[in-house]
């Protein structure tokens, strides 16, 4: 799809791949979710996590979201190089719930706060569809709300206007109907 310049506004959503600030995740603390859901222990599952986190840390910054019910189990795993973010959350997919970060050659980063609906309701979302609004307000950041229902993970970007995604999940009838 040709890029529209009439509709440039400067902002633009850097390749997955440059260099980015830090990596962000959240801790993962729902027992039900991973033991019923996945029929996987959450300690298994939070070892991993700190795993990926650790290994990350030694390379880039990684800024950790934890549920208030989980910092304990955070704190023993993480290293001290990681930072811990106190935020309540439903679930620890970041990448999906979390914000896309956007940049400006004069008015520097923001990010974006998609309407997040768990997947399209699959399910509990109530603290997550807020989790990019209250971590860029963390960051102190701007942040650019929108009535698209989408998460980070459903759409890869090049940095240079193209967008990729599919139909079935943003044109789907438990997303975005209209």
């Known amino acids: 799809m040709p890029h529209n310049e009439n509709l440039n506004t400067g902002w633009m959503m850097p390749a997955e791949w440059v260099r980015h ?57 993480c290293g001290a190089n990681i930072e811990l973010i106190e935020l309540p959350v439903n679930d620890s997919w970041c990448r999906d719930s979390g914000p896309s970060f956007v940049c400006h050659p004069q008015q520097g980063l923001a990010g ?43 759409i890869h970007v090049d940095g240079e206007g193209t967008l990729i995604t599919t139909e079935s999940v943003l044109l789907n009838p438990n997303r975005n109907p209209a």
């Open 112 to 154: 974006v706060s998609w309407r997040f609906n768990a997947w399209g309701g699959k399910s509990a979302h109530d603290l997550d569809e807020g989790l990019a609004r209250r971590a860029l307000n963390h960051l102190g950041l701007p942040c650019f709300g929108t009535h698209l229902s989408n998460e980070g993970g459903a």
């Open 21 to 77: 600030a830090a990596t962000w995740m959240v801790w993962p603390h729902n027992q039900a979710l991973w033991e019923s859901g996945w029929r996987v222990t959450l300690a298994q599952v939070q070892e991993d996590f700190a795993g990926v986190a650790n290994a990350i840390a030694r390379f880039e910054p990684v800024k950790m979201v934890v549920d208030p019910s989980a910092v304990a189990s955070a704190k023993a795993l």
